[in-house]
């Protein structure tokens, strides 16, 4: 076994008994990646081989503590001080950040090494990585295939040993789409769990930072190090972060769990709600109970969040004027030409349309009829999860409607590209926290199953999660050989 | 509702957005059909609920008014400029 192939927990164990270096570990890495990429393309920056060789070399020196010494990667959506981040977009494509995110510095905290900045669809909008003003990235178990988005980069390197994990931020599904689709575990925490200071924002009253691995329980050790309250993020919640690696036991006997039957219908492919309800059999036969039930409003969740993420975007992404950073187009002579020919060829299409949608949304006379009743629908959404909830434990469904989809199929229609997050979109409507792991195949793809719990109750998704992954042994699989 | 043109164009100069007439054509046949989409809201009735704002029953955050130290130098934040002078942000004229 090569030393990329190992899990962050088997990392860490190897580097603490001193079984390898850190730099035989770089490495490795290293070598896989540069090698890999060429084909995935997850990576928009991918950090000098010297300077990764310099870090795993000092930490060697040292006693091995936290993830010392272990190469990660971040969507580049995420600011770090003196390296590029561009949120896939040409308006911020010389934009190097003056300071890390939160969560950046919590992982340099615990000397963890950027490996570089991971792809995704332009300022997070998008569910294939296609919309990145680069170039698109190439699902590693079918390089013909989107990896999902729009954190897409960070759920391919994941799959494809690139690196054993990285961060992602999810608005309706960013996270948990891509991490089904590359067959790797993503978690969507709690809105308020994770700090959001210093991540280029997109929606702020639904984005949420989280977690790509390789296993539940890599899942659980980077929750550790990531997850608390900041006082720099005023939606961070000031509670006890609880140790999650201490949920993971299989024993499930007596949970709770709902099954919401809107979730099976609305065009899922069968391959994928079959082995989502083999999945729901283990749990039944594990103890569990597995019971039927109705969010009765989940339809709604999709049109309202195509209101309420476009308005919350087209304020969001006023700062981006040709003023104090980013790409400016500098043949105008006045401020008004400046900042409208800056924003028409900074931003992508996709961009444009959202931004264009959520003014419209907000603009004087559609208000009350667009945006604000779209903030009313949301309370009948949230309070179907709170309803079941008094009830449950979790619920379960498929993440998404399909397996990973061709590379341009879906690209000419953008109402047809929005209904791949209708799984996934009510949770965040919600502000719950979500989990997707994969439960298995269809046509050789991997097929991600959905567990939601409740507003912090993280650590009871990650013990119902475990529970599949030591029974499926999925997480050991790995994709297509010719890829890695 | 179908947005026709003078519509996007209207929207266009709210967002400080300088379209061509191609993306003008094409954003307001793809708006009218995500728009027609999203109309599916209207079948339910909610005069009696309230909306959603802030899915965390949050309080404002405050903290003393106190001095703090300056993480970032007036140089490092101006770096990032794409015209600076004399320690300022410069751009194209106003009036």
Known sequence: ?484 | MPLDKAAVEHVALLARLNLSETEKTEFARQLSSILGYVDKLQELNTDQVRPLVNILSANNVLRDDEERPRPLSREELLANGPSVEAAQFKVPKIL
């Open chain 1, 1 to 484: 076994m090569e030393l990329w192939e190992l899990t962050l927990q088997q990392m860490i164990g190897q580097l603490n008994s001193r079984c390898i270096s850190s730099a035989e570990l770089a490495e490795s890495v290293y070598e896989h990646t540069e090698k890999t990429d060429k084909a995935v393309k997850a990576f928009i920056t991918l950090a000098d081989k010297d300077k990764i060789m310099e870090q795993a070399r000092l930490c060697d020196t040292e006693a091995f503590r936290g993830i010392k010494g272990i190469p990660y990667g971040l969507k580049d959506i995420f600011c770090t001080r003196g390296l590029k981040t561009t949120c896939a977009s040409h308006i911020l494509d010389n934009f190097i950040p003056p300071y890390n995110a939160t969560v950046v510095n919590k992982l340099n905290e615990q000397q963890g090494i950027i490996l570089g900045k991971l792809n995704m669809d332009e300022f997070a909008m998008g569910s294939s990585t296609e919309q990145s003003a680069f170039f698109p990235t190439h699902n590693p178990w079918d390089l013909e295939r989107v990896p999902g988005g729009s954190s897409g980069g960070s759920a391919a390197a994941v799959a494809a040993g690139e690196i054993p994990f990285s961060l992602g931020t999810d608005t309706g599904g960013s996270i948990r789409q891509p991490a089904a689709y590359c067959g790797v575990v993503g978690l969507k925490p709690t809105y308020g769990r994770v700090s959001r200071w210093g991540v280029i924002a997109f929606a702020s009253s639904l984005d949420q930072v989280g977690v790509f691995s390789k296993t539940v329980t890599d899942c659980a050790i980077v929750m550790n190090i990531i997850a608390g309250h900041d006082p720099l993020d005023s939606t961070s919640v000031n509670i006890e972060r609880p140790d999650y690696t201490r949920f993971l036991n299989a024993d499930i006997k007596g949970l709770r769990i709902g099954v919401p039957k809107e979730y099976f219908q609305q065009g899922i492919q069968a391959g994928v709600k079959e082995e989502v309800k083999k999945a729901l059999k283990f749990y039944e036969s594990s103890g569990a109970l597995v019971e039927e039930i109705s969010l009765p409003h989940t339809e709604y969740a999709l049109p309202a969040y195509y209101l309420v993420a476009p308005a919350e975007a087209s304020a969001n992404l006023a700062r981006f004027d040709g003023v104090r950073y980013g790409w400016r187009n500098t043949g105008k002579d006045n401020i008004l030409d400046m900042y409208s020919h800056t924003r028409a060829e900074g931003f992508g299409d996709e961009v444009k349309r959202r931004i264009m949608l959520g003014t419209y949304a907000l603009s004087s006379g559609y208000y009350d009829a667009y945006y604000l009743k779209a903030l009313k629908v949301r309370t009948l959404i949230y309070q179907d999860f709170m309803k079941a909830f008094e009830n449950l434990d979790v619920i379960i469904s498929p993440t998404t409607p399909s397996t990973a989809f061709k590379i341009g199929e879906q690209i000419g229609d953008p109402l047809t590209l929005y209904l791949n997050d209708i799984l996934t979109v009510p949770v965040n409507m919600a502000g719950l926290p979500g989990i997707s792991i994969p439960c298995g195949l269809s046509d050789g793809l991997p097929v991600g199953m959905q567990i939601i719990g409740k507003a912090f109750d993280e650590g009871t998704i990650l013990k119902t999660a475990y529970a599949f992954e030591q029974n499926s042994g999925f997480h050991i699989k790995l994709p297509h050989p010719e890829v890695i």
